[in-house]
T-cell receptor
Framework: GAGVSQTPSNKVTEKGKYVELRCDPI?????LYWYRQSLGQGPEFLIY????????DSGLPNDRFFAVRPEGSVSTLKIQRTERGDSAVYLC??????????????FGPGTRLTVT | AQKITQTQPGMFVQEKEAVTLDCTYD???????LFWYKQPSSGEMIFLIY??????QNATEGRYSLNFQKARKSANLVISASQLGDSAMYFC????????????FGTGTRLQVFP
């Protein structure tokens, strides 16, 4: 079956612009996660959805970052007034289970964001 | 304090040999899960193995096994019979408690397998 997909695969934007990154999880997966991976680092948690609601948004770095999942499937990560420090690979993952279970997260290929 | 520590930035192993990648973790929550992921140069994160804090036995998945030493808070990944395709970054990650599924990742170990 289809895995997690993310669009675009690459995004180059100018400092100060607004960007949207899209994630399409595996069908039927109720949990969806966003991570950010900077060069040479492990992924860093941003936000986690269970269904339509954000169950944990403690990783969002500031109020320029916002994510939605209005129908409990596709999610969009929105970044306002982009800064050069936002440049990273943004990874989306989904999993089938409720919190605390032994469910691995299935990752998408990522969106490489470059802010010039 | 770091929640997940991977002290080996890089490791080399000869094909067909076994290799151990180190991971230590820090949590006061009695319920947690430990994961290992592989990230090839293509960038995708591939799940390898999972160990729950209450699991009595070490997890195994094919050539991968997890050496779980709870008292030492270590969860080392053992890859047996290394293959050239095992060359990649390897990340250890932890989920704390039952109320969240967020993963905390280490900085990774780059494994290179040579013929």
């Amino acid at each position: 079956g289809a895995g997690v997909s993310q669009t675009p695969s690459n995004k180059v934007t100018e400092k100060g612009k607004y960007v949207e990154l899209r994630c399409d999880p595996i069908s039927g997966h109720t949990a969806l996660y966003w991570y950010r991976q900077s060069l040479g680092q492990g992924p860093e948690f941003l936000i986690y959805f269970q269904g339509t609601g954000a169950a944990d948004d403690s990783g969002l770095p500031n109020d320029r970052f916002f994510a939605v999942r209005p129908e409990g499937s596709v999610s969009t990560l929105k970044i306002q007034r982009t800064e050069r420090g936002d440049s990273a690979v943004y990874l989306c993952a989904s999993s089938p289970g409720v919190a605390g279970g032994p469910y691995e997260q299935y990752f998408g290929p990522g969106t490489r964001l470059t802010v010039t | 304090a770091q929640k997940i520590t991977q002290t080996q930035p890089g490791m080399f192993v000869q094909e067909k040999e076994a290799v151990t990648l180190d991971c230590t973790y820090d949590t006061s929550d009695p319920s947690y899960g430990l994961f290992w992921y592989k990230q090839p140069s293509s960038g995708e994160m591939i799940f390898l193995i999972y160990q729950g804090s209450y699991d009595q036995q070490n997890a195994t998945e094919g050539r991968y096994s997890l050496n779980f030493q709870k008292a030492r808070k270590s969860a080392n990944l053992v890859i047996s019979a290394s293959q050239l395709g095992d060359s990649a970054m390897y990340f250890c990650a932890m989920r704390e408690g039952y109320n969240t599924d967020k993963l905390i990742f280490g900085t990774g170990t780059r494994l290179q397998v040579f013929p």
